[in-house]
């Protein structure tokens, strides 16, 4: 039986093989994009056919798996290639001034652009292994700095169900009213991804370099269109 559809990755509005500077050398972005990202959808293609899961699209495949221990890989596998593109796809190699509508959103809740972009920092720097640092929003429309450990996505990191405590990190606040689904509704509008492969190529050791030079590409009318408009399924 042939299959609906293959995960594969996804065009970046950038060319990857220059690279994008100063954030990611050439073989960097190489690594993660051409071999990492390709590994990973792979890895997702090979464990969904002829299940249940064959044919889904990777944030189906994600929430429906995660629910499921027996799935823990198709989930690793199928949530870090999610981290993925949506990390690269945040990135620009032409990067603009923040919007004024975004500045003022971030400092309703943070207290300035400035402030938000050290609780940010300081929350990836926090990190502890691999992982990701995210800016996420409720369905109220409220933001938060979170970060997730090894390749959890933020919509499937915070159970609706038993505790609202997820590996050391409390989001109490941003569970209310969820009624009875299985993860919090949380919509992700800007990560950088804290694992050892990201960084290590081109800064060895040096994560707050690497974070410092995240902020010079990130393509911020992105974030505000995602600030804007989430509210659906990421797909």
Not at 150 to 160: E, G, I
Request: hydrophobic share 35%; aromatic share 12%.
């Amino acid at each position: 039986m042939k299959r609906a559809a293959y995960h594969q990755p996804a065009i970046l509005p950038y060319k990857p093989e220059d690279g994008i500077s100063p954030f990611l050398s050439a073989q960097s972005l190489d690594f993660l994009y051409n071999m990492r990202q390709v590994e990973l959808l792979n890895s997702v293609n090979r464990l969904t056919v002829d299940t249940e899961h064959d044919g889904k699209t990777l944030y189906d495949t994600i929430y429906d798996s995660a629910r499921d221990s027996t799935q823990s890989a198709l989930t690793n596998n199928a949530s870090q290639a999610w981290n993925i593109d949506f990390f690269l796809q945040s990135l620009t190699s032409d990067a603009k001034p923040v919007h004024k509508s975004l500045e003022r959103k971030l400092g309703e809740t943070f207290g300035g652009l400035d402030r938000f972009k050290e609780l940010f920092t300081n929350n990836a720097l926090s990190m502890f292994g691999n992982g990701w640092t995210w800016l996420v929003k409720n369905e109220s429309g409220n933001l938060a700095v979170m970060n997730t450990y090894s390749a959890t996505c933020p919509f499937t990191a915070v159970p609706t169900k038993d505790s609202d405590v997820v590996k050391g990190v409390t989001y109490s606040k941003l569970q209310r009213g969820l009624g009875q689904r299985y993860y919090a509704r949380l919509f992700p509008v800007l990560g950088i991804s804290m694992w050892q492969e990201a960084f290590l190529p081109d800064y060895g050791l040096d994560r707050t370099q690497y974070v410092e030079n995240f902020w010079k590409v990130v393509n911020w009318e992105l974030v505000d269109e995602r600030i804007m408009t989430s509210g659906g399924r990421f797909r």
